[in-house]
């Protein structure tokens, strides 16, 4: 009786102090989050700092999202003919590939796959630069790392992910026509002309362009808090650069449910 | 900043009565470190015993329990974000790993200072840049790579970038450890060239006894978080208190233990302690 007593105090305790660092961290990186906003105005007018992270989180994550999203148009393309042509609906396969594009699978995608490359990236790097000593140097020299390193990094993020997903779509409505037109002989007129009679710039494109914008914002903030908050060592560096991927994958993922539902508006 | 009246102006910084604790684990326990105006100050101590925390309670990076801090007669714990940022402009600190930005090239790592807080005429940044590199050795390694260079061309190249703004105060964090005698030769002739050249003050934190005591007008012993020894280098030299002869003659076990706190031996290797 008295063991299982103990073993369901246990239970409780080690429960309680999970939920109370989760909400620790949680309170930390809101905190973080009104720091670094406080800094944007002073990074904009240097933008020569956001340009260099635009490179390295944009323009280098660029060649994995132009080919995933072919690849993704492709699949959409064949799965969907095969679908429709039991209703005789196959000339609607362009509108088809097109909303799945711009509603869901371009932000959603490209925010998996940009946590995946440059959102680990930048927790890796912003984690070593605290390991070195950089950021500490940094302090010392009277500049202010958040300001220097980390909102630059922010907001390079912020604006690149959205662009992505464009470029996911437009790229993977390209290889959905390459399958369907090309392959699958679907008249190429009623593929575009379906697409662009059906497409509504408000409800698809601009619920597109919001879902990705909120990703690009939590996917940033989640990789360049993890790499400030990191523990500085090997171990913990790795084990920042893990959180960052599954958080942000787990929270594009919920946000998309979320945003969804608000903007269909049906639940 | 009521302690700044009865303040002797030759001290530039003045640790008093410091107590220091990072969760339960006391770390300096009540020490006292006036540091000279215009001189090189040494503190030495085994590893562990608070050396850098003190040096980060000068830069302002963390806060003491009790006690004063006060450079240039600013209580750097009170000094808001601002102000704090202001007096940094004015010390620096040299890191035992240097540093250095890996993503720049040493040029651009000494130049970072200036960039960032003057607008210096980008010719007249290249002559600073250039004499910084001049006085540690290095004009021809300006456009290598940190990751190209060896610790003692690193740690040269990061006290390069401490001085490129002309600081009052520079610290340096074990600039000793893990050099060669060469590139530790060369450390401390800069170490005392710069502060004699510039006047700059200097606080080194070292346990590399000899380097240190050659180059330093002033010494403490620093041992457990507290001062167990001071005076000129001769003057700690000679001491005959029992604390000071082990760490200046290295010795394993004496009034800091060889153990580190444990139950008896034979209890343990028999299963009979807790």
């Excluded at chain 1, 920042?240 to 787990?250: E, F, G, K």
């Excluded at chain 2, 684990?25 to 009540?30: A, C, D, E, N, Q």
């Excluded at chain 2, 990076?61 to 714990?77: A, E, F, T, Y």
């Excluded at chain 2, 540690?136 to 401490?162: D, F, K, N």
Aim: contains cysteine; hydrophobic residues 45%.
């Amino acid at each position: 009786m008295n063991a299982r007593l103990t073993l369901a105090t246990d239970v409780l305790r080690n429960l309680g102090a999970v939920v109370l660092n989760t909400l620790e961290r949680l309170g930390r990186a809101a905190l973080f989050l009104v720091e670094m906003l406080s800094g944007v105005p002073v990074v904009l007018r240097r933008f020569i700092l956001i340009a260099q992270q635009l490179y390295a989180v944009g323009v280098l994550t660029l060649l994995i999202i132009l080919v995933s999203g072919m690849f993704v148009g492709m699949v959409l393309s064949l799965q969907g003919y095969n679908t429709l042509v039991k209703f005789g609906a196959e000339e609607s396969l362009g509108l088809m590939v097109a909303l799945s594009l711009v509603r869901e699978l371009g932000p959603v995608v490209t925010a998996l796959l940009f946590a995946g490359r440059a959102g680990s990236a930048l927790t890796a790097e912003i984690g070593l630069m605290k390991a070195t000593e950089q950021l500490a140097g940094m302090e010392m020299m009277a500049v202010n790392p958040i300001t220097r390193v980390l909102v630059p990094r922010f907001l390079a993020g912020v604006v690149a992910l959205p662009l992505l997903a464009a470029l996911f779509s437009a790229v993977g409505v390209l290889g959905g026509h390459v399958v369907g037109v090309g392959m699958l002989d679907v008249d190429a007129g009623s593929f575009w002309s379906q697409m662009q009679t059906n497409v509504d710039f408000q409800t698809d494109i601009l619920n597109g362009v919001i879902k990705s914008v909120v990703f690009g914002i939590v996917c940033s903030w989640i990789a360049v808090f993890e790499g400030y908050d990191a523990v500085p060592t090997s171990e913990g560096v790795a084990r920042a650069t893990n959180r960052t991927v599954v958080y942000s994958s787990l929270s594009v993922l919920a946000l998309d449910f979320i945003l969804t539902a608000l903007t269909l508006g049906d639940i | 900043m009521s302690a700044t009246a009865s303040r002797d102006p030759d001290i530039l910084v003045d640790i008093r009565d410091v107590h220091f604790s990072r969760g339960d684990r006391s770390i300096l326990k009540g020490i006292n470190v006036p540091i000279r105006r215009g001189s090189v100050t040494a503190i030495m101590g085994g590893s562990g015993c608070g050396k850098t925390t003190l040096l980060n309670l000068i830069g302002g990076r963390i806060k003491p329990n009790r006690g004063q801090v006060l450079v240039d007669g600013q209580s750097v714990p009170d000094l808001d974000t601002d102000a704090l940022y202001e007096l940094r402009k004015r010390m620096a600190m040299l890191f035992q790993s240097g540093a250095l930005f890996t993503d720049l090239s040493v040029f651009e790592n000494v130049a970072f200072p200036i960039r960032e807080h003057t607008k210096l005429p980008e010719s007249i940044l290249r002559t600073v840049v250039l004499m910084k590199l001049e006085t540690v050795g290095l004009r021809g390694a300006r456009e290598l790579m940190p990751s190209e260079l060896s610790g003692g061309m690193a740690r040269r190249v990061a006290l390069a970038r401490a001085i490129v703004l002309e600081p009052t105060l520079i610290m340096y964090d074990e600039p000793f450890t893990g050099l060669d005698p060469i590139s530790k030769g060369v450390i401390a002739k800069l170490i005392r060239s710069l502060n004699e050249n510039l006047g700059i003050t200097s606080i080194v934190v070292s346990h590399d006894v000899a380097e240190t005591c050659q180059i330093s007008d002033y010494a403490y012993l620093m041992g457990d978080g507290r001062i167990i020894g001071e005076g000129t280098p001769a003057e700690v030299q000679q001491s005959k208190s029992e604390f000071v002869r082990q760490f200046m003659d290295g010795l394993p076990d004496g009034p800091v233990p060889y153990q580190h706190p444990s139950s008896p031996y034979v209890d343990d290797l028999t299963g009979r302690s807790p």
